[in-house]
């Protein structure tokens, strides 16, 4: 069974940094699939943040292009997203997410797993 834990939110002050990490375990296709992560911050719709595309590429919103950065360890099935010069607005629970299709959309309704969320809280 396929499972993806992520770790890593907190609270911290505007213009600090965190490191996301999403562990994924169960998964039985070799290298890991399309996998990105998404957030919903309170009384929203959740969105897209960033993700690594089939071909190996980093995908961004507009929102976090410059702050963000995705990167993905295979030998230890795990994706991250370190986070820097944080905004209140990026405060969200952030979800990791995997698409097993190839090509994948990396897109909310086409994700096939989704962790539990791990809770990022900006101070201004």
């Known amino acids: 069974q396929v499972q993806l834990v992520e770790s890593g939110g907190d609270s911290v002050q505007a213009g600090g940094s965190l490191r996301l990490s999403c562990a994924a375990s169960?998964?039985?296709?070799?290298?890991?699939?399309?996998m990105g992560w998404f957030r919903q911050a309170p009384g929203k719709e959740r969105e897209f943040v960033s993700a690594?595309?089939?071909?190996?590429?980093?995908r961004y919103a507009d929102s976090v292009k410059g702050r963000f950065t995705i990167s993905q360890d295979n030998a230890k099935n795990t994706l991250y997203l370190q986070m820097n010069l944080l905004k209140p607005e990026d405060t969200a629970m952030y979800y990791c997410?995997?698409?097993?299709?190839?090509?994948?959309?990396?897109?909310?309704?086409?994700?096939?797993?989704w962790g539990k969320g791990t809770l990022v809280t900006i101070s201004s």
């Open positions: 997410a995997a698409e097993v299709a190839v090509p994948c959309e990396l897109v909310d309704f086409a994700m096939d797993y």
């Open positions: 169960g998964w039985p296709y070799g290298n890991l699939p399309c």
């Open positions: 690594i595309d089939s071909t190996g590429s980093p």
